[in-house]
């Protein structure tokens, strides 16, 4: 069942009906659009699945595994801030985040096997790579709805933006917290070093720090327009941490290898 | 102010882990003024704790959690950089018991115990075969072709070969190479180690003696001595290669750890569900 082709053909599949979720969110299909998210999410769901099957270990071995994950965390946690913070008008904002990881796999190297190495072996590791996972999802829908909010001419959609913006980062920094210090818990438990100054480390802190900044300066008279600075220069430091440090190689990381 | 501190240790940060000619660039994560800039920050955040009321309610003691957090892990990193001992060196596999560990240049540590590896097993993967042809002009390189990997079911299916039993020797170890027809060669690449553990003896002062199995992830722990088990001695597999860590600092960064990662989850997702109804 699960075959290159098969697989292919379902992350197509997928990555077609998220572009569609998000056509149908801006034509303000807002039902049309959930239901087609939720059938692109079980196509992508099934590609995680048949990532599973076909390495044997939970698929976060490389960057394809790793993108096909990420493009599965959005639906639900659309799910989670619609109902625990009211925000089902960012459906749209959801969807399009889910396209761009999911067709970003089509121009890598699809390493469907994975031999999983000693040091990953460890009860840290899908705690940590999962929170990472879902937490930069989540940033990754702050960030547009930040563009968003710093685009827009009409003062009330712009303070919307930045409140859901807001919003959406207090579900994030916490898992990105956790994944952070759960990489340094588990480096002292494999190598005896909490923190070995490595590029990916180093840019995971830069991001974090750039985050706290961002909260920090919201709550201050003036604060918003630095904290949407701040906040995207959170993002831009996430996407070095995430892609450049992981693509380039004179970025190289020696310990995070292991997601080429 | 705190914001501008922040700011400031991010822009260290970004100079340290930009790549330059030199490769020297974590130095910059070494020099007093980046250390003191932790100082400070880890002080500021304990500071924060004791302004304003902030004990009277459970978000102000999510705050508090939060930074005392921080600036518990930022004292217990710096107990850790000033007093631990650690050193790496091989161990080799059924040598006698030893009390002491070579420590960087001349120096040693003095052990209350005694310590030998009597044992170590490593398993493998199956490896991946690399194909080449023959070059087409004498005194070239061979030209690689194509790897094989082996499937879920352990099969590599290669055309060139009838089955993959001939891929290994009378011991039934996977070859280093097989010559097939037309000259073309399949090779070993390097095998990925699966899993590897080592055996420790340990020999207190009173004359007690048992044996512990660690391996990686699952250091030995003996009178605050931690060894963290590497790597070993590829080729005979005679040494294993140990890092050993003393650190009396490690309480506190783990305590700051979870104080950090508790109090913020808790702050941020504590409270705010008034907002909700107000923006919807």
Known sequence: MFTDVSMLILTGFACLLYGIAFVLSLCRRAKASFWVFGLGWIANGLVVIGNYVLCGHPPFGNMYHVLVFWSLCFLPLYCLVRAWRGLGWTLGFFAFASFFPLLGTFFMERNLSWQRVPALQSPWFVPHVLSYMVSYATAAVAAILMLSSLWSKDDAASRRFHDASQSIMRVSLPLMTFGLWSGALWAEEAWGIYWSWDPKETWALITWLLYLASFHVFDSRGGRKRSAFLHLAGFAALLVTFLVVNLLPKFGSALHSYVK | ?280
């Not at chain 2, 959690?65 to 001992?85: D, F, R, Y």
């Not at chain 2, 391996?215 to 001595?225: E, I």
């Open chain 2, 1 to 280: 102010m705190l914001v501008k501190l922040i700011l400031l240790i991010v822009c260290f940060l970004i100079a340290g882990a930009m790549p330059s000619l030199s490769g020297g660039e974590t130095a910059i994560f070494g020099t007093p003024i980046f250390c003191l800039l932790l100082g400070i920050l880890g002080a500021w955040s304990i500071w924060c704790c004791f302004r304003g009321n902030r004990h009277k309610s459970f978000r102000g003691w999510c705050f508090i959690a939060c930074h005392c957090g921080v600036g518990l892990l930022l004292l217990g990193a710096g107990i850790g950089a000033l007093k631990s001992e650690k050193t790496q060196f091989a161990a080799y596999i059924g040598s006698a018991p030893a009390n002491e560990l070579p420590g960087p240049g001349e120096t040693s540590f003095k052990l209350d115990f005694s310590l030998a590896i009597t044992d170590f097993k490593v398993d493998f993967y199956p490896p991946t075969y690399d194909l080449y042809e023959p070059p087409s002009t004498m005194g070239d390189d061979y030209v690689h072709v194509k790897s094989f990997k082996p499937d879920l079911d352990g099969q590599f299916n290669i055309p060139l070969i009838n089955d993959d039993s001939e891929l290994k020797d009378s011991n039934g170890n996977w070859k280093a190479q097989l010559i097939l027809p037309g000259g073309k060669l399949l090779h070993r690449a390097t095998q990925t180690p699966k899993y590897f553990e080592a055996t420790a003896r340990i020999v207190k002062k009173d004359g007690t003696e048992y044996e512990q199995a660690f391996w990686v992830n699952r250091p030995l722990c003996v009178d605050g001595w931690r060894f963290y088990l590497m790597s070993y001695d590829t080729q005979h597999r005679s040494y294993v290669a140990l890092s050993a860590r003393r650190d009396p600092g490690r309480t506190l960064v783990i305590l700051g750890i979870w104080l950090v990662v508790i109090g913020t989850s808790l702050l941020c997702f504590v409270g705010h569900g008034k907002r909700v109804s107000e923006e919807s």
